[in-house]
């Protein structure tokens, strides 16, 4: 870290993807030059380092993140966000209609699965206990009753 004030640009769409086939200096001139357009009286000086991402050649990110296309609408990402049989959970910005395409909608995926297999776990353990509790009034009665055991001591 400099310390130094950092300047950040983004660009999108069509725009990203001609730009990423220029080099980090072009780049760099070409911003600067929209800089020096706004602020016609200051003599804006070369940043001391620049950073450049290329986000359509990120083979994971491909330069995007959830949208809602045309025909779409937020019940699709409280889809995404369905569990398979609670064997499989989903996390990630694009289950969290509420703040999708996001940080904080990745992070709030994150604890929200983290709940609901908690939930799952604690609803398995409460019915082994009903399940052994059940096996063992069976047991009870059988005996009371004179039967054979049949079930295995628990
Ligand atoms: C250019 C850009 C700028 C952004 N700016 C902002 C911003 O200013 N503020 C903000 O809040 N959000 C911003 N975002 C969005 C934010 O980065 C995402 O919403 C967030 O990172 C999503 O988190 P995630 O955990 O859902 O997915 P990701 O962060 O994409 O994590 C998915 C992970 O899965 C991995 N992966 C993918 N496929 C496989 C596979 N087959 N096997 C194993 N691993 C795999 C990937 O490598 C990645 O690490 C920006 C995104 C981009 C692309």
């Known amino acids: 870290m400099t310390n130094m004030p950092v300047l950040m640009s983004f660009t999108s769409g069509q725009a990203a993807l001609d730009m990423e086939q220029e ?6 001139r070409r911003k600067l030059k929209v800089l020096q357009r706004i602020f016609k009286n200051v003599d804006i000086p070369t940043p001391c380092e620049a950073v450049v991402t290329r986000w359509s050649q990120d083979p994971f990110a491909k330069g ?15 889809k995404m ?4 049989n609670n064997v499989l959970y989903f996390a990630g910005e694009a289950t969290c209609r509420e703040y999708p395409s996001s940080i904080e909608g ?3 995926s994150g ?11 604690i609803e398995e353990s409460r019915m082994s206990v009903l399940a052994v509790k059940a096996v063992k009034a069976k047991r009870r ?8 055991m049949l079930v295995d001591s628990i």
């Open 64 to 78: 995007t993140y959830s949208f809602v296309a045309q025909g779409a609408n937020g019940l699709h990402y409280d």
């Open 23 to 28: 080099s980090d200096e072009e780049i760099v």
């Open 81 to 84: 966000s369905e569990s398979v």
């Open 111 to 121: 604890l929200r699965v983290a709940s609901e297999m908690s939930m799952h776990m």
């Open 106 to 108: 990745a992070y709030l």
């Open 141 to 148: 009665s059988l005996r009371n009753s004179g039967a054979a």
